[in-house]
């Protein structure tokens, strides 16, 4: 079994991994090529991606000696350190250095990263020239590090972990699942399209929550209903168990999320999550989670626009009031026209600003921002009035089950012809 074998899924990378560490490993084989040993590897991603574990399976399979560095000691002797590691390395036939989370070794910014533990670990690989001395390195915030560093010469490789999506969060989902006790019908699709996007740190976590609520409720099977809980409460402060609030009106809570969640559903069928009217944290009263499927795309985020402004226009057609508490959303919605118009540049140039923009430019932007908000309210009322029969059914489900997923959703909408007039 190869090391390798214990990183689950990222199977391009793997590919990555294997390939560099077999010229470590047979470098007659390349020699004959007139190909050298590379001087350095950098894996460089988010917290709880596994780029730590990616290192160590790499190591462990070179078979070569390693030193690990890490920012464990004062300021004044970690530069020291470096250079003695690397010239203990520098006596081995073959060596790896380990420098775990590099861009903790010094607090700096990305204005001001040529920090003298970089500048020391530069010229240390630079001294490395006879290649018997193999530099890996992990990196949370590459950025930090200064340009000179992270150059071919020194890090010939650079490789980028993301958060697994689809086949990749599937194979991370069902190995975090297989050391569980689940109920027979558990959906592991469903599970994964919750938890897309999710680092392989949260997903083990949220899933050892979940079987928590299960133990404690002396249940011998986690269900469906513990890892939605375990979502709700460590990713939207869900307050599970909480008496609500007897001035909240529950039933204009399902109205303001039943609207979000319709206004989705006529313009992207299909991607709701779940919707709950859960008490949460950060001032809202409930949570409409989005699959972030087709997160880049202008469509998408000019739906999601529209959808956050479904709490508020759903309110205010069903209770003929103002909206009390769709502050949030306002945030929200003004911050996808901003991207659409700004950072995307949708509706042209006239509205576009850059450091070089007059101030009419920026006015122009404002009116375009104040204008395509608006109108995009005005779609989601209509979508409200024009689909009221489905907005009535998703609350009164709401106020009995407090949470609802995606197949509730598209039970509830079986039979019914959504309408969006033109």
Known sequence: MSEFDKIIGYDGIKLELRRMCDVIKNPDKYAKLGVHVPKGLMIEGDPGLGKTLMATCFIKESGCKTYTIRKDIPNGEFVKHIKDTYEKAKSEKMAIVFLDDIDKFANEDQDHCDAEEYVTVQSCMDECTDNNVFTIATANEAYRLPDSLKRAGRFDKVIEIESPEGSNAHKIVKHFLQSKKVVKDLDIEEITRYLEDYSCAEIESLLNEAG??????????????DIIEAILRNRFGASFGEENDDQIDMREVAVHEAGHALVFEVLSPGFVDF??????????KGTTVYSQRHEKSTKYIENRLASALGGKAAVEAVYEKPDSGCQNDLGCAYE?????????CVFGFDAYVNRFSADFTKANKDRTVQSLVRDKYELARQIIVENRDFLDAIVEELL????????DIERIRKGRELVLSA
């Not at 928590?212 to 209903?225: M, T």
């Not at 919707?275 to 950060?282: A, C, D, E, H, P």
């Not at 996808?336 to 995307?344: F, K, Q």
């Open 275 to 284: 919707i709950s009217i859960v008490r949460n944290g950060g001032g809202t």
């Open 400 to 407: 009995e089950k407090e949470t609802l997923t995606y197949k």
């Open 336 to 344: 996808y026209a901003s991207d659409l118009v700004d950072d995307m």
């Open 212 to 225: 928590i609520y299960a133990g404690f409720d002396g249940r011998n099977r986690i269900e469906l209903k």
